[in-house]
Antibody, heavy 119, light 111 residues
Framework: EVQLVQSGAEVKKPGESLRISCKGS????????IIWVRQMPGKGLEWMGR????????KYSPSFQGHVTISADKSISTAYLQWSSLQASDTAIYYC????????????WGQGTLVSVSS | QSALTQPPSASGSPGQSVTISCTGTSSDVGGYDSVSWYQQHPGKAPKLMIYDVNKRPSGVPDRFSGSRSGSTASLTVSGLQAEDEADYYC???????????FGTGTKITVL
């Protein structure tokens, strides 16, 4: 069974750092890109960026470039999204999803990680 | 801001059909047979409902169908059921240098 399992909810203060994770199982982790999607409270889905776990090549949305870092450790089938300095505006649910590079859809999604940033 | 525009809301009574649109340009929706649709219930992760304009993944009821005319794609839900009440997002390929981004989203309400 294909699964993307994300790390648990986080409560942080502005200026703190954070790394959340997305672990894939039930498939060849290096055969699919992993994307990260932000959903702010009551809002829509925003594509943040993606990583190819086979070579760790990344691509970011201009809206998120420089504010987050996407990485992956293919030895443990896990992708990461990290911040070096959180802001209150980073409060959101973050989803990971997979996409086979030859396809143009996201077929499996993680359950989401709620990140709350407040002083 | 998303380049794919959807109406904020749509509604229908149980058993009726509802169709929602996703308007793009000739550079995305109108240029490729690569539109997908996602259903999201409150507090849940999105779920793939339609890919490649009109194909259904295994397990998705055939009440859900997709189509495209020019630069506008559509999702039709026939025989509406209470469980179909959710947010729906479209997505379209727009070339290898562009992300597979999402539409603005439509909330379907079952009256």
């Amino acid at each position: 069974e294909v699964q993307l399992v994300q790390s648990g909810a986080e409560v942080k203060k502005p200026g703190e750092s954070l790394r959340i994770s997305c672990k894939g199982s039930g498939y060849s982790f290096t055969s699919y890109w992993i994307i990260w999607v932000r959903q702010m409270p009551g809002k829509g889905l925003e594509w943040m960026g993606r990583i190819d776990p086979s070579d760790s090549h990344t691509k970011y949305s201009p809206s998120f470039q420089g504010h987050v870092t996407i990485s992956a450790d293919k030895s443990i089938s896990t992708a990461y999204l990290q911040w070096s300095s959180l802001q209150a505006s980073d409060t959101a649910i973050y989803y990971c999803a997979r996409r086979r590079y030859s396809n143009v859809w996201y077929d499996y999604w993680g359950q989401g990680t709620l990140v709350s940033v407040s002083s | 801001q998303s380049a794919l525009t959807q109406p904020p809301s749509a509604s229908g009574s149980p058993g009726q059909s509802v169709t929602i649109s996703c308007t793009g340009t000739s550079s995305d929706v109108g240029g490729y047979d690569s539109v997908s649709w996602y259903q999201q219930h409150p507090g849940k992760a999105p779920k793939l409902m339609i890919y490649d304009v009109n194909k259904r993944p295994s397990g998705v009821p055939d009440r859900f169908s997709g189509s495209r005319s020019g630069s506008t794609a559509s999702l039709t839900v026939s025989g509406l059921q209470a469980e179909d009440e959710a947010d729906y997002y479209c997505s379209s390929y727009a070339g290898s240098n562009n992300p597979l981004d999402f539409g603005t989203g439509t909330k379907i309400t079952v009256l």
